[in-house]
């Protein structure tokens, strides 16, 4: 019997790569307003490779990004940079347009309900908190909790301990086939791929249920319940 439902937060239940990107645009047209000598083709470019490198969650990307490109650290373009980007993000965060509803039928059926992300946990907390997602969660697993990624077992075992729930009675739900489907199909939890948000839209995900919208959901719920 289904008890529980693990989420991926990034691109499963926020549009996170649109709010990075107009994010990014807007900090790179500061610090170009601010004095950075580059354009803002070349600037994107080169901050995305140092994305790459280090991590979309990078803390200290745009040091390191002044660094490449300016040879030193211009507080006045940095600062410049940091708050236009905070500023655009917290002005266009926001969940998918039925994640709120969906989230709330889901305990309206007594289901518990956990985040499991690879994103740093004060990061993943302020998401929640910006959106008013965070009392829907009873559990929220976060990179600092196992300092393991996706499709490691240890973030989907950490949730399921918390829980009290065992693979059969959970399933996960998250937009990264490498990471969340890979990972819970190692452990038997049931796989659901959240297509709607894939950065890398594999055409076999490998899940046992696919989402062409978070509403779909409640469709594979049933039917899992059903089972």
Same mark, same amino acid.
């Given at each position: ?31 170009? *307003? ?7 083709? &070349? /600037?994107?470019?080169? !901050?995305? #490779? +140092? ?62 309900? *956990? ?7 004060? &990061? /993943?907390?302020?998401? !929640?908190? #910006? +959106? ?96």
């Amino acid at each position: 019997m289904l008890k529980a439902v693990l989420f991926d937060l990034d691109n499963t239940l926020i549009d996170f790569m649109h709010v990075k990107k107009s994010s990014v645009d807007a900090a790179l047209n500061a610090m170009i *307003a601010a004095g950075l000598p580059m354009d803002q083709i &070349k /600037a994107r470019r080169t !901050l995305y #490779e +140092l994305y790459d490198k280090y991590g979309i969650e990078h803390h200290e990307i745009f040091q390191k990004f002044l660094q490449k490109v300016d040879k030193k650290v211009e507080y006045k373009i940095l600062a410049s940079g940091i708050v236009a980007y905070r500023k655009q993000q917290a002005g266009i965060m926001e969940p998918y347009g039925t994640v709120m509803p969906t989230l709330i039928k889901l305990r309206e059926q007594g289901l518990k309900l *956990a985040i499991v992300t690879d994103a740093p946990r004060l &990061k /993943a907390w302020i998401r !929640l908190v #910006e +959106l008013k997602l965070h009392d829907f969660f009873d559990v929220v697993v976060t990179f600092e909790d196992t300092k393991k990624y996706k499709p490691n077992p240890e973030p989907f075992e950490k949730a399921m301990k918390m829980l009290k729930v065992t693979p059969d009675e959970c399933m996960m739900v998250g937009d990264w086939a490498e990471r969340d489907i890979r990972g819970a199909n190692k452990l038997g939890i049931t796989s659901v791929f959240a297509r709607y948000g894939a950065l890398r839209p594999a055409k076999d995900s490998k899940a046992d249920y696919e989402l062409r919208n978070i509403t779909d959901l409640l469709k594979v719920v049933e039917k899992v319940q059903k089972s």
